[in-house]
């Protein structure tokens, strides 16, 4: 049984917008969770010359569900920014050692996949140089936490 399809997320002004993805944010402060908020990275579908073609940040302070902000970030990655200037999609946003990670893909670079870092999730950081893929030509990927006893597992079962 599925319940009728509702719009979960509304720019304003009106704008095209695919492949969110969103994060929690505990600012820090784990055992304060007043201050929490939800980020969710999303791609501006419109074309570059109206300012689009790139990743943006907006948030919630209510929930995973939202409502998020309407009014969308700056352009943090993607065309028209001064991190891998084409078109950015298909992001994942993590939290690893204090640093915020970005990666999306950027189809039309010559890197296919890339990787940002910030400490706030107002200064990034361009790190594709120095991302390792498992393949070369990555798409919309995700990140899941796994037991390290898995890791090993499968570290035991590699040729």
């Given at each position: 049984?599925?319940?009728?399809?509702?719009?979960?997320?509304?720019?304003?002004?009106?704008?095209?917008?695919?492949?969110?993805?969103?994060?929690?944010?505990?600012?820090?402060?784990p055992s304060d969770p007043d201050d929490d908020r939800w980020i969710m990275v999303i791609k501006d579908e419109m074309p570059p010359d109206q300012g689009g073609k790139n990743l943006r940040l907006v948030t919630s302070a209510t929930g995973m569900q939202g409502p998020f902000q309407p009014v969308l970030g700056p352009p943090i990655v993607g065309a028209g920014t001064a991190i891998v200037d084409t078109m950015g999609e298909g992001p994942t946003l993590l939290r690893h050692n204090g640093a915020w990670w970005l990666y999306w893909?950027?189809?039309?670079?010559?890197?296919?996949?890339?990787?940002?870092?910030?400490?706030?999730?107002?200064?990034?950081?361009?790190?594709?140089?120095e991302l390792r893929m498992p393949i070369e030509r990555m798409r919309h990927g995700t990140v899941v936490t796994v037991p390290r006893s898995v890791t090993r597992a499968l570290d035991a079962e590699a040729p």
């Open positions: 049984t599925f319940t009728e399809p509702t719009l979960f997320y509304r720019t304003d002004p009106e704008r095209s917008v695919i492949d969110p993805m969103i994060a929690h944010d505990d600012r820090g402060t893909d950027a189809p039309a670079s010559p890197h296919a996949y890339c990787l940002a870092t910030s400490p706030d999730l107002v200064t990034w950081t361009d790190r594709t140089a």
